[in-house]
């Protein structure tokens, strides 16, 4: 098994285009997660899904959209891409539940220039 | 708003010391706590889940243990080797859908 696999690992951008970064899992979790990761401020959450067709608001939503159209992916839309949007990109899942552990993908990083 | 911190940035210990990382969370008594290990480039890996009626919970090396008077869970890692250097993220569930993630503390075993 794959477990989450982010698209692409990295790519850079320059201010106001946008992109989609993809995220799928092979686990059957109900839950899916967008996090980013900045320097000193740890993993912040973007958006989050509780299952097919649903999605909410994290800590810091503004600038990005998603959707979840299949249970088995999550994309991150990014509308029109500003230089406080380079970071590093995690997507996790998780059965559902509040003991349940996350499976992370390794990441995309995210360059705006 | 419920926070969780871990105290250090960084630990520096000699191969074979016993490695100690703190967590501390405010205003909101988790059922559970979560330790993940990431590493450089990578995503974070699971390591261990404490309950809070768990006052110890230990996997190999790893001991983790949980004091909700304190509002802190300690993390250990014990006859620590170079292959332990990580960062190492706690987190609690805000919601029962929602994790937050401590910012990390970068741990470096020198040998």
């Known amino acids: 098994n794959a477990g989450v696999t982010q698209t692409p690992k990295f790519r850079v951008l320059k201010t106001g285009q946008s992109m989609t970064l993809l995220c799928a899992q092979d686990?059957?979790?109900?839950?899916m997660y967008w996090y980013r990761q900045d320097p000193g401020m740890g993993l912040r959450l973007i958006h989050y899904?509780?299952?097919?067709?649903?999605?909410a608001k994290g800590e810091v939503p503004d600038g990005y959209n998603v959707s979840r159209l299949k249970k088995q992916n999550f994309l991150l839309g990014l509308e029109s891409a500003a230089p406080s949007q380079t970071s590093v990109y995690f997507c996790?899942?998780?059965?559902?539940?509040?003991?349940?552990?996350?499976?992370f993908g390794d990441g995309t990083r995210l360059s705006i220039l | 708003s419920q926070k969780i911190e871990q105290n250090s940035e960084a630990l520096n210990i000699q191969e074979g010391k016993t490695a100690t990382l703190t967590c501390n969370y405010t205003n909101y008594s988790p059922a559970y706590l979560q330790w993940y290990r990431q590493d450089p480039g990578r995503g974070p890996v699971f390591l261990l889940l404490?309950?809070?009626?768990?006052k110890e919970k230990r996997k190999e090396r790893l001991k983790v243990t949980f004091d909700t008077t304190l509002k802190q869970s300690l993390f250990h890692i014990t006859a620590s080797q170079p292959a332990d250097s990580a960062t190492y993220l706690c987190a609690q569930y805000s919601s029962a859908s929602k994790i937050i993630f401590g910012s990390g503390t970068r741990l470096s075993i020198r040998p």
């Open positions: 686990m059957n979790h109900e839950y």
């Open positions: 996790a899942s998780s059965r559902q539940g509040s003991n349940q552990p996350q499976h």
């Open positions: 899904s509780v299952g097919e067709g649903t999605t």
């Open positions: 404490i309950r809070e009626n768990e």
